[in-house]
Protein backbone atom coordinates (compact mmCIF):
# COMPACT_ATOMS: atom_id res chain seq x y z
CA UNK A 1 0.00 0.00 0.00
CA UNK A 2 0.97 3.76 -0.56
CA UNK A 3 -0.25 4.44 2.86
CA UNK A 4 2.46 2.88 4.24
CA UNK A 5 5.47 5.47 2.42
CA UNK A 6 3.60 8.55 3.48
CA UNK A 7 5.07 10.37 6.18
CA UNK A 8 3.63 10.13 9.88
CA UNK A 9 3.14 13.94 9.56
CA UNK A 10 0.87 13.73 6.35
CA UNK A 11 -1.12 10.32 6.89
CA UNK A 12 -3.86 11.87 8.83
CA UNK A 13 -4.44 14.33 6.20
CA UNK A 14 -3.98 11.55 3.49
CA UNK A 15 -6.50 9.35 5.61
CA UNK A 16 -8.87 12.34 5.59
CA UNK A 17 -8.96 12.31 2.04
CA UNK A 18 -9.19 8.57 1.72
CA UNK A 19 -12.49 8.76 4.19
CA UNK A 20 -14.12 11.73 2.09
CA UNK A 21 -13.77 10.07 -1.42
CA UNK A 22 -15.57 6.67 0.43
CA UNK A 23 -18.45 8.76 1.75
CA UNK A 24 -19.19 10.78 -1.13
CA UNK A 25 -18.12 8.89 -4.03
CA UNK A 26 -18.51 12.34 -6.05
CA UNK A 27 -16.50 14.90 -4.75
CA UNK A 28 -17.14 18.35 -6.93
CA UNK A 29 -15.25 22.23 -6.12
CA UNK A 30 -18.23 22.92 -3.69
CA UNK A 31 -19.62 19.06 -2.56
CA UNK A 32 -19.32 18.15 0.18
CA UNK A 33 -17.70 21.32 0.91
CA UNK A 34 -14.79 23.46 -0.90
CA UNK A 35 -11.72 21.76 0.57
CA UNK A 36 -12.51 18.48 -0.28
CA UNK A 37 -11.73 18.27 -3.85
CA UNK A 38 -7.83 19.86 -3.60
CA UNK A 39 -7.61 17.10 -0.84
CA UNK A 40 -8.40 14.44 -2.44
CA UNK A 41 -6.46 15.91 -5.70
CA UNK A 42 -3.04 16.24 -3.50
CA UNK A 43 -2.97 12.75 -2.96
CA UNK A 44 -4.79 11.19 -6.24
CA UNK A 45 -2.00 8.82 -7.34
CA UNK A 46 -1.44 7.38 -3.85
CA UNK A 47 -5.57 6.87 -3.50
CA UNK A 48 -5.91 5.20 -6.69
CA UNK A 49 -3.69 2.50 -5.97
CA UNK A 50 -5.01 1.95 -2.36
CA UNK A 51 -8.09 1.87 -3.05
CA UNK A 52 -7.68 -0.29 -5.98
CA UNK A 53 -5.49 -2.55 -4.06
CA UNK A 54 -7.98 -2.67 -1.19
CA UNK A 55 -11.45 -2.69 -2.06
CA UNK A 56 -11.14 -3.61 -5.91
CA UNK A 57 -12.75 0.24 -6.50
CA UNK A 58 -11.67 2.48 -9.28
CA UNK A 59 -11.26 6.45 -8.51
CA UNK A 60 -11.05 8.75 -11.66
CA UNK A 61 -9.90 12.58 -10.94
CA UNK A 62 -10.07 15.42 -13.05
CA UNK A 63 -9.72 19.09 -12.33
CA UNK A 64 -13.29 19.75 -11.22
CA UNK A 65 -14.16 16.63 -10.12
CA UNK A 66 -12.94 13.23 -7.94
CA UNK A 67 -15.56 10.15 -8.71
CA UNK A 68 -15.10 6.66 -7.28
CA UNK A 69 -16.74 4.06 -8.98
CA UNK A 70 -17.38 1.45 -6.52
CA UNK A 71 -18.43 -2.15 -6.14
CA UNK A 72 -21.70 -3.73 -5.28
CA UNK A 73 -21.35 -7.42 -3.89
CA UNK A 74 -24.79 -7.43 -2.61
CA UNK A 75 -28.01 -4.71 -2.65
CA UNK A 76 -28.68 -3.07 0.06
CA UNK A 77 -32.72 -1.96 1.17
CA UNK A 78 -31.38 0.75 3.92
CA UNK A 79 -28.97 2.35 0.82
CA UNK A 80 -29.58 5.10 -1.40
CA UNK A 81 -30.18 8.88 -1.49
CA UNK A 82 -32.45 11.52 0.89
CA UNK A 83 -33.88 14.43 0.21
CA UNK A 84 -32.41 17.75 2.11
CA UNK A 85 -34.90 17.02 5.27
CA UNK A 86 -33.81 13.03 5.24
CA UNK A 87 -36.81 12.15 3.90
CA UNK A 88 -35.46 8.73 1.71
CA UNK A 89 -35.90 9.20 -1.57
CA UNK A 90 -39.05 7.17 -3.49
CA UNK A 91 -39.46 6.07 -7.22
CA UNK A 92 -41.19 9.18 -8.46
CA UNK A 93 -38.26 10.99 -6.83
CA UNK A 94 -35.38 9.02 -8.23
CA UNK A 95 -37.23 8.53 -11.76
CA UNK A 96 -37.36 12.50 -11.82
CA UNK A 97 -33.42 12.73 -10.83
CA UNK A 98 -32.66 10.20 -14.05
CA UNK A 99 -34.63 11.75 -16.11
CA UNK A 100 -32.89 15.38 -15.18
CA UNK A 101 -29.91 13.51 -15.27
CA UNK A 102 -30.45 12.99 -18.92
CA UNK A 103 -31.90 16.10 -19.85
CA UNK A 104 -28.55 18.08 -18.47
CA UNK A 105 -26.48 15.71 -20.63
CA UNK A 106 -27.57 17.99 -23.69
CA UNK A 107 -28.85 21.83 -24.71
CA UNK A 108 -27.52 24.62 -23.85
CA UNK A 109 -24.98 26.31 -20.19
CA UNK A 110 -28.15 27.61 -18.75
CA UNK A 111 -31.66 26.04 -18.40
CA UNK A 112 -34.38 27.28 -16.17
CA UNK A 113 -36.20 25.09 -14.26
CA UNK A 114 -39.97 25.05 -16.03
CA UNK A 115 -37.60 24.40 -19.22
CA UNK A 116 -36.38 21.64 -17.41
CA UNK A 117 -39.31 20.46 -16.11
CA UNK A 118 -41.10 20.48 -19.36
CA UNK A 119 -38.51 17.78 -20.72
CA UNK A 120 -38.60 15.74 -18.16
CA UNK A 121 -42.27 15.73 -18.28
CA UNK A 122 -42.18 14.75 -22.17
CA UNK A 123 -39.83 12.01 -20.89
CA UNK A 124 -41.86 11.00 -18.59
CA UNK A 125 -44.49 10.22 -20.69
CA UNK A 126 -42.40 7.07 -22.92
CA UNK A 127 -42.00 5.51 -19.11
CA UNK A 128 -44.78 2.97 -18.02
CA UNK A 129 -46.01 4.35 -14.38
CA UNK A 130 -44.22 8.11 -14.48
CA UNK A 131 -45.35 11.69 -15.54
CA UNK A 132 -44.55 14.98 -14.14
CA UNK A 133 -47.97 16.99 -14.04
CA UNK A 134 -46.44 20.75 -12.74
CA UNK A 135 -50.09 21.87 -11.94
CA UNK A 136 -49.89 18.98 -9.16
CA UNK A 137 -48.18 20.36 -6.20
CA UNK A 138 -46.92 17.05 -5.48
CA UNK A 139 -45.24 16.09 -8.29
CA UNK A 140 -43.55 19.70 -7.76
CA UNK A 141 -42.32 18.92 -4.80
CA UNK A 142 -40.93 15.71 -5.80
CA UNK A 143 -39.11 17.30 -9.02
CA UNK A 144 -37.80 20.24 -6.80
CA UNK A 145 -36.27 17.12 -4.28
CA UNK A 146 -34.42 15.72 -6.95
CA UNK A 147 -33.42 19.39 -8.63
CA UNK A 148 -32.60 19.97 -5.07
CA UNK A 149 -30.08 17.15 -4.83
CA UNK A 150 -28.62 17.86 -7.88
CA UNK A 151 -27.71 21.42 -7.10
CA UNK A 152 -26.24 20.69 -3.62
CA UNK A 153 -23.51 18.18 -5.53
CA UNK A 154 -22.90 21.08 -7.99
CA UNK A 155 -24.06 19.50 -11.49
CA UNK A 156 -26.42 22.55 -11.95
CA UNK A 157 -25.94 26.15 -9.89
CA UNK A 158 -28.42 28.59 -8.88
CA UNK A 159 -27.88 31.79 -10.96
CA UNK A 160 -30.86 33.64 -10.50
CA UNK A 161 -34.72 32.72 -8.96
CA UNK A 162 -36.45 30.52 -6.18
CA UNK A 163 -36.93 26.88 -7.10
CA UNK A 164 -39.69 27.18 -3.42
CA UNK A 165 -41.09 30.09 -5.60
CA UNK A 166 -41.65 28.17 -8.87
CA UNK A 167 -42.75 25.15 -6.51
CA UNK A 168 -45.50 26.87 -4.54
CA UNK A 169 -46.23 28.35 -8.14
CA UNK A 170 -44.80 27.95 -10.82
CA UNK A 171 -46.84 30.88 -12.62
CA UNK A 172 -45.10 32.98 -10.91
CA UNK A 173 -41.77 31.35 -9.83
CA UNK A 174 -38.64 30.34 -11.52
CA UNK A 175 -35.19 29.42 -11.07
CA UNK A 176 -32.29 29.39 -14.05
CA UNK A 177 -29.17 27.08 -13.46
CA UNK A 178 -25.82 27.07 -15.02
CA UNK A 179 -25.19 23.56 -15.77
CA UNK A 180 -22.08 21.89 -15.31
CA UNK A 181 -21.51 19.18 -17.99
CA UNK A 182 -18.30 17.29 -16.05
CA UNK A 183 -20.27 16.81 -13.24
CA UNK A 184 -23.18 15.41 -14.93
CA UNK A 185 -21.56 12.85 -16.62
CA UNK A 186 -19.53 11.72 -13.94
CA UNK A 187 -22.89 11.41 -11.84
CA UNK A 188 -24.00 7.38 -13.93
CA UNK A 189 -21.63 6.04 -15.35
CA UNK A 190 -23.13 2.19 -15.02
CA UNK A 191 -20.04 -0.41 -15.42
CA UNK A 192 -22.44 -2.08 -17.91
CA UNK A 193 -24.67 -0.53 -20.52
CA UNK A 194 -28.36 -1.06 -18.99
CA UNK A 195 -29.98 -2.23 -22.27
CA UNK A 196 -28.10 -5.05 -22.14
CA UNK A 197 -29.04 -6.03 -18.79
CA UNK A 198 -31.42 -8.97 -17.93
CA UNK A 199 -31.13 -8.97 -14.02
CA UNK A 200 -29.94 -6.32 -11.85
CA UNK A 201 -27.85 -9.12 -10.59
CA UNK A 202 -25.16 -8.36 -13.55
CA UNK A 203 -24.24 -4.75 -12.06
CA UNK A 204 -22.95 -7.19 -8.81
CA UNK A 205 -19.35 -8.69 -8.30
CA UNK A 206 -20.99 -12.29 -8.46
CA UNK A 207 -21.81 -11.66 -12.53
CA UNK A 208 -18.33 -11.55 -13.13
CA UNK A 209 -15.43 -11.56 -10.79
CA UNK A 210 -13.52 -14.66 -9.79
CA UNK A 211 -15.31 -15.51 -6.39
CA UNK A 212 -12.97 -18.15 -5.58
CA UNK A 213 -9.94 -15.73 -5.51
CA UNK A 214 -7.97 -15.57 -2.34
CA UNK A 215 -7.49 -11.49 -3.32
CA UNK A 216 -10.95 -11.59 -3.90
CA UNK A 217 -12.18 -12.97 -0.70
CA UNK A 218 -9.84 -10.79 1.20
CA UNK A 219 -11.06 -7.74 -1.57
CA UNK A 220 -14.93 -8.34 -0.69
CA UNK A 221 -14.37 -8.59 3.10
CA UNK A 222 -12.65 -4.97 3.24
CA UNK A 223 -15.74 -3.65 1.21
CA UNK A 224 -18.14 -5.46 3.69
CA UNK A 225 -16.23 -3.16 6.52
CA UNK A 226 -16.61 0.19 4.78
CA UNK A 227 -20.35 -1.10 3.54
CA UNK A 228 -21.66 -2.52 6.57
CA UNK A 229 -22.31 -0.93 10.04
CA UNK A 230 -21.26 -4.34 11.50
CA UNK A 231 -19.38 -7.82 9.41
CA UNK A 232 -21.10 -10.13 11.39
CA UNK A 233 -19.09 -14.00 10.70
CA UNK A 234 -22.46 -16.00 10.47
CA UNK A 235 -23.29 -13.84 7.68
CA UNK A 236 -19.72 -14.78 5.92
CA UNK A 237 -19.25 -17.95 3.90
CA UNK A 238 -15.89 -20.07 5.13
CA UNK A 239 -13.49 -18.24 3.13
CA UNK A 240 -14.72 -15.16 4.09
CA UNK A 241 -15.09 -15.26 7.65
CA UNK A 242 -11.28 -16.98 7.51
CA UNK A 243 -10.05 -13.53 6.08
CA UNK A 244 -11.87 -11.67 8.66
CA UNK A 245 -10.24 -13.26 11.08
CA UNK A 246 -6.33 -12.78 9.87
CA UNK A 247 -5.28 -9.28 11.25
CA UNK A 248 -3.56 -8.21 8.11
CA UNK A 249 -7.40 -7.83 6.14
CA UNK A 250 -8.59 -5.33 8.95
CA UNK A 251 -5.10 -3.24 8.74
CA UNK A 252 -4.73 -2.34 5.70
CA UNK A 253 -8.83 -0.78 6.04
CA UNK A 254 -7.19 0.96 9.94
CA UNK A 255 -4.45 2.47 8.01
CA UNK A 256 -6.29 3.96 5.17
CA UNK A 257 -9.05 5.22 6.41
CA UNK A 258 -7.67 5.87 10.09
CA UNK A 259 -10.14 3.95 11.72
CA UNK A 260 -10.44 1.80 14.30
CA UNK A 261 -11.58 -2.21 13.96
CA UNK A 262 -13.28 -3.01 16.71
CA UNK A 263 -13.28 -6.83 17.18
CA UNK A 264 -15.22 -9.78 18.90
CA UNK A 265 -15.85 -13.28 18.52
CA UNK A 266 -18.89 -12.43 16.57
CA UNK A 267 -17.35 -10.28 13.92
CA UNK A 268 -15.87 -6.85 13.23
CA UNK A 269 -17.53 -3.31 13.36
CA UNK A 270 -15.49 -0.76 11.72
CA UNK A 271 -15.72 2.46 14.08
CA UNK A 272 -15.30 6.23 13.25
CA UNK A 273 -14.98 7.99 16.00
CA UNK A 274 -14.50 10.89 13.81
CA UNK A 275 -18.39 11.03 12.90
CA UNK A 276 -16.59 11.68 8.74
CA UNK A 277 -17.11 8.48 7.32
CA UNK A 278 -20.75 7.39 8.91
CA UNK A 279 -23.93 8.15 7.17
CA UNK A 280 -25.61 7.83 11.04
CA UNK A 281 -24.28 9.01 14.12
CA UNK A 282 -24.90 6.81 17.30
CA UNK A 283 -25.60 7.68 19.95
CA UNK A 284 -26.44 11.15 18.30
CA UNK A 285 -28.91 13.85 19.26
CA UNK A 286 -32.84 13.93 18.77
CA UNK A 287 -35.77 11.81 20.38
CA UNK A 288 -35.44 8.86 18.35
CA UNK A 289 -31.56 8.33 18.59
CA UNK A 290 -31.60 9.29 22.32
CA UNK A 291 -34.75 6.25 22.61
CA UNK A 292 -32.86 3.98 20.22
CA UNK A 293 -29.96 3.74 23.01
CA UNK A 294 -32.26 3.96 25.57
CA UNK A 295 -34.25 0.99 24.17
CA UNK A 296 -29.80 -0.93 23.33
CA UNK A 297 -29.62 -0.42 26.95
CA UNK A 298 -32.48 -2.58 28.32
CA UNK A 299 -32.06 -4.89 25.62
CA UNK A 300 -29.11 -5.47 26.76
CA UNK A 301 -30.36 -5.30 30.82
CA UNK A 302 -33.15 -7.86 29.52
CA UNK A 303 -30.76 -10.46 27.68
CA UNK A 304 -28.17 -10.47 30.74
CA UNK A 305 -30.70 -10.37 33.65
CA UNK A 306 -30.39 -13.54 35.73
CA UNK A 307 -33.65 -13.09 37.94
CA UNK A 308 -35.70 -13.17 34.96
CA UNK A 309 -36.37 -16.54 32.52
CA UNK A 310 -33.85 -16.61 29.74
CA UNK A 311 -35.11 -15.30 26.27
CA UNK A 312 -35.90 -17.64 23.54
CA UNK A 313 -33.32 -18.02 21.12
CA UNK A 314 -33.74 -18.07 17.11
CA UNK A 315 -31.65 -17.42 14.06
CA UNK A 316 -31.82 -14.27 11.71
CA UNK A 317 -34.11 -13.76 9.55
CA UNK A 318 -32.83 -15.53 5.64
CA UNK A 319 -30.88 -12.96 3.56
CA UNK A 320 -33.13 -10.92 1.86
CA UNK A 321 -30.53 -10.25 -0.86
CA UNK A 322 -32.15 -12.79 -3.30
CA UNK A 323 -36.00 -11.18 -2.29
CA UNK A 324 -34.51 -7.79 -3.53
CA UNK A 325 -32.82 -9.21 -6.73
CA UNK A 326 -36.45 -10.34 -7.71
CA UNK A 327 -38.29 -7.29 -6.94
CA UNK A 328 -35.64 -4.62 -8.85
CA UNK A 329 -35.98 -7.84 -11.83
CA UNK A 330 -39.29 -7.22 -12.31
CA UNK A 331 -39.72 -3.46 -12.25
CA UNK A 332 -37.32 -3.70 -15.03
CA UNK A 333 -38.76 -1.67 -18.61
CA UNK A 334 -38.07 -5.11 -20.76
CA UNK A 335 -39.28 -2.87 -23.94
CA UNK A 336 -35.90 -1.53 -23.15
CA UNK A 337 -33.42 -4.32 -23.09
CA UNK A 338 -31.97 -5.33 -26.62
CA UNK A 339 -32.61 -8.76 -26.21
CA UNK A 340 -29.38 -10.11 -29.10
CA UNK A 341 -26.80 -8.09 -26.80
CA UNK A 342 -27.85 -9.21 -23.08
CA UNK A 343 -25.58 -11.45 -20.86
CA UNK A 344 -27.87 -13.76 -19.62
CA UNK A 345 -27.13 -14.75 -15.72
CA UNK A 346 -26.38 -18.04 -15.48
CA UNK A 347 -28.05 -20.67 -12.95
CA UNK A 348 -24.96 -21.05 -10.72
CA UNK A 349 -24.60 -17.55 -10.31
CA UNK A 350 -28.31 -17.07 -9.95
CA UNK A 351 -28.05 -19.10 -6.62
CA UNK A 352 -24.85 -17.44 -5.08
CA UNK A 353 -26.14 -17.82 -1.76
CA UNK A 354 -24.27 -14.64 0.40
CA UNK A 355 -24.88 -17.05 4.28
CA UNK A 356 -22.66 -19.56 5.83
CA UNK A 357 -23.21 -22.67 3.64
CA UNK A 358 -23.64 -25.68 5.84
CA UNK A 359 -23.13 -24.09 9.01
CA UNK A 360 -25.08 -24.27 11.82
CA UNK A 361 -26.88 -20.95 12.05
CA UNK A 362 -26.08 -18.89 14.93
CA UNK A 363 -29.18 -18.32 17.23
CA UNK A 364 -30.22 -14.81 19.08
CA UNK A 365 -32.00 -13.98 22.00
CA UNK A 366 -35.65 -12.40 21.08
CA UNK A 367 -37.58 -10.34 22.65
CA UNK A 368 -41.11 -10.16 21.98
CA UNK A 369 -43.71 -7.15 20.90
CA UNK A 370 -45.24 -6.78 24.30
CA UNK A 371 -42.12 -6.66 26.10
CA UNK A 372 -40.75 -4.17 23.44
CA UNK A 373 -44.31 -2.20 24.22
CA UNK A 374 -43.79 -2.11 27.81
CA UNK A 375 -40.69 -0.57 27.69
CA UNK A 376 -41.01 1.97 24.99
CA UNK A 377 -44.39 2.94 27.67
CA UNK A 378 -41.83 3.22 30.49
CA UNK A 379 -39.38 4.91 28.87
CA UNK A 380 -42.15 7.61 27.82
CA UNK A 381 -43.31 7.65 31.83
CA UNK A 382 -39.46 8.57 32.99
CA UNK A 383 -38.57 10.38 30.50
CA UNK A 384 -41.43 11.83 27.76
CA UNK A 385 -41.49 15.49 29.36
CA UNK A 386 -38.23 15.57 27.23
CA UNK A 387 -39.33 14.42 23.98
CA UNK A 388 -40.11 16.33 21.19
CA UNK A 389 -44.04 16.64 21.30
CA UNK A 390 -44.90 14.52 18.45
CA UNK A 391 -43.65 11.71 19.58
CA UNK A 392 -45.17 11.87 23.32
CA UNK A 393 -48.47 11.46 21.97
CA UNK A 394 -47.00 8.57 19.69
CA UNK A 395 -45.39 5.68 21.78
CA UNK A 396 -46.13 3.03 18.98
CA UNK A 397 -44.14 4.93 16.09
CA UNK A 398 -41.75 6.14 18.72
CA UNK A 399 -41.12 2.68 19.19
CA UNK A 400 -41.45 2.13 15.27
CA UNK A 401 -38.84 4.73 14.67
CA UNK A 402 -36.10 3.63 17.51
CA UNK A 403 -36.10 0.18 16.27
CA UNK A 404 -35.78 1.47 12.43
CA UNK A 405 -32.47 2.84 13.48
CA UNK A 406 -31.05 -0.04 15.57
CA UNK A 407 -32.13 -2.61 12.84
CA UNK A 408 -30.30 -0.04 10.14
CA UNK A 409 -26.99 -0.03 12.67
CA UNK A 410 -27.31 -3.89 12.32
CA UNK A 411 -27.80 -3.67 16.32
CA UNK A 412 -31.29 -6.02 16.06
CA UNK A 413 -33.26 -8.01 13.73
CA UNK A 414 -37.01 -7.98 13.36
CA UNK A 415 -38.98 -11.45 13.26
CA UNK A 416 -42.48 -11.97 13.41
CA UNK A 417 -42.24 -12.67 17.10
CA UNK A 418 -40.53 -9.22 18.16
CA UNK A 419 -37.23 -8.46 17.83
CA UNK A 420 -33.60 -10.38 18.06
CA UNK A 421 -30.74 -9.12 19.62
CA UNK A 422 -28.01 -9.31 17.80
CA UNK A 423 -24.07 -9.17 19.62
CA UNK A 424 -23.54 -5.56 18.95
CA UNK A 425 -25.69 -4.37 20.56
CA UNK A 426 -23.93 -5.06 23.87
CA UNK A 427 -21.05 -2.50 23.52
CA UNK A 428 -24.38 -0.06 24.54
CA UNK A 429 -24.76 -1.96 27.85
CA UNK A 430 -24.97 -0.02 30.88
CA UNK A 431 -26.12 3.06 29.39
CA UNK A 432 -26.66 5.66 32.23
CA UNK A 433 -29.53 8.86 31.30
CA UNK A 434 -28.16 12.89 32.73
CA UNK A 435 -31.18 14.79 32.16
CA UNK A 436 -29.44 18.20 31.95
CA UNK A 437 -31.81 21.56 33.81
CA UNK A 438 -31.78 24.76 32.00
CA UNK A 439 -29.98 27.28 34.09
CA UNK A 440 -32.57 29.59 35.74
CA UNK A 441 -33.34 33.00 34.54
CA UNK A 442 -34.90 36.11 35.70
CA UNK A 443 -38.59 35.83 35.31
CA UNK A 444 -40.49 38.99 35.40
CA UNK A 445 -43.79 37.53 35.01
CA UNK A 446 -43.63 34.69 37.07
CA UNK A 447 -47.97 34.40 37.03
CA UNK A 448 -47.74 34.32 33.51
CA UNK A 449 -44.81 32.50 32.21
CA UNK A 450 -44.88 28.80 32.06
CA UNK A 451 -42.34 26.96 33.65
CA UNK A 452 -40.03 25.85 30.46
CA UNK A 453 -39.44 21.78 30.25
CA UNK A 454 -36.20 20.47 30.51
CA UNK A 455 -34.18 19.93 27.49
CA UNK A 456 -33.80 15.99 26.28
CA UNK A 457 -31.89 13.42 28.31
CA UNK A 458 -28.28 12.70 27.54
CA UNK A 459 -27.66 9.18 27.31
CA UNK A 460 -24.45 7.57 27.30
CA UNK A 461 -22.81 4.26 27.54
CA UNK A 462 -20.61 3.96 29.97
CA UNK A 463 -18.46 1.10 28.25
CA UNK A 464 -17.23 2.91 25.28
CA UNK A 465 -17.06 6.80 24.04
CA UNK A 466 -19.84 8.23 21.44
CA UNK A 467 -19.04 6.62 18.35
CA UNK A 468 -20.11 5.53 14.81
CA UNK A 469 -20.47 2.23 13.49
CA UNK A 470 -19.53 2.04 9.80
Do not use: K
Amino acid sequence: MRARSIPSVDLDVYQRAARIVLTHHLVTPTFPDRSALPAVRRWATELREDLLATFGYRLEVTENTARLFTVADRLDAGSGTTTATDRPFDRRRYAYLALSIAALGRGAGQITLSELAEHVAAEATRVDGVDLDTGRATDRDAFVDAITWLNSRGAITLADGDTGAWATDPGVGEALFDIDREVVAALFRPPRALQHLESVRDLLTAAGAPQSDTAEVRRRVRRALVQRPVVYAEDLDDDEALQLALPRTTADVELLTGLVCERRAEGVALVDTSGRLSDVRFPGTGTVAQVALLLAGEICDRVLDSDAPAPDRLARPVDLHETLVAAVDAALPRAGVFTALTVATSEAEAGVDDGAGEREPATHPVLDHSWLAATIGRLVDIYGRTFAAQWQADPAGLAAAAVDMLERLDLVARVPAGILALPAVARYRGVTVSVRERDPEIDLFPEASPRSAPPAPVPTPTDTNPTEIR
